[in-house]
């Protein structure tokens, strides 16, 4: 079987050891780190994605995925970096002041980093300036943000509010979700997008980086 067609299965199955040796064998074959990635990597967690979209699988079985899709990383990321290869782009995510949950925010984080996007994750309890300053020293593209409380949700608008006010609204594009988050209020706030779960909350960002 042809070695990223392994890479892809072996990732479905959430099995990081043999995916960090079939990494290393793609390698020895001068098989390029990009193409191990977008072919073997990559297209292993689109899959996990449209599995969880389908409720085929759930959460455990997606982080032992993302654990083997990290095992292969370790291996591929310093080829990457010495050829230059560069992501999709640039996100910064993180829960919004005076919220603590995160298991949703970290599910897209994986989901992100699994379609080739170079995630910086600012954690919970993130104040409105800290998500706009990580974004511009690292040049991101989009701001992700999360709350699960409704009393916490008008930190997103702040957020926004802040781009709007630095004339950054057209470089950095907002997308919010979480449970009490829906359509409307991200149109209300002027978000540039809505995530009503992991899987379109990627497919969201990768519009939103076509555009800008």
């Known amino acids: 079987m042809d070695i990223l067609k392994q890479i892809v299965e072996n990732l479905q199955q959430g099995n990081n050891k043999r995916i960090s040796e079939l990494v290393r064998q793609a390698l020895k074959q001068k098989i390029p780190a990009k193409e191990i990635l977008d ?34 990383m370790d291996e591929l990321k310093p080829i990457l970096i010495k050829e230059g290869v560069p992501t999709i ?5 993180g829960t919004v002041q005076g919220d603590m949950h995160d298991i949703g925010k970290n599910l897209v984080g ?8 170079e995630v910086i994750d600012l ?9 706009i300053e990580v974004a511009k020293k ?20 702040k957020v926004i509010d802040l781009l709007n006010k630095q004339g950054l609204s057209s470089e950095i594009k907002t997308i919010i979700g979480g449970a009490p988050v829906s359509e ?3 149109h209300e706030i002027g978000a540039n997008a809505y995530g009503y779960d992991a899987t379109s909350a990627v497919e969201c960002v990768k519009k939103l980086i076509k555009r800008s």
């Open 138 to 157: 690292e040049n991101a593209r989009v701001i992700g943000m999360s709350a699960l409380l409704t009393t916490t949700m008008l930190g997103m608008k």
């Open 184 to 186: 409307e209020f991200a």
């Open 89 to 93: 782009g640039k996100v910064v995510i």
């Open 39 to 72: 072919n073997g990597l990559i297209a292993g967690m689109d899959i996990i994605g449209k599995q969880f979209k389908a409720h085929k699988i759930f959460l455990p079985e997606v982080l032992l995925s993302a654990r083997a899709m990290y095992a292969g």
């Open 110 to 117: 994986i989901m992100l980093k699994g379609a080739g996007f």
């Open 123 to 131: 954690g919970n309890d993130v104040p409105p300036e800290r998500f």
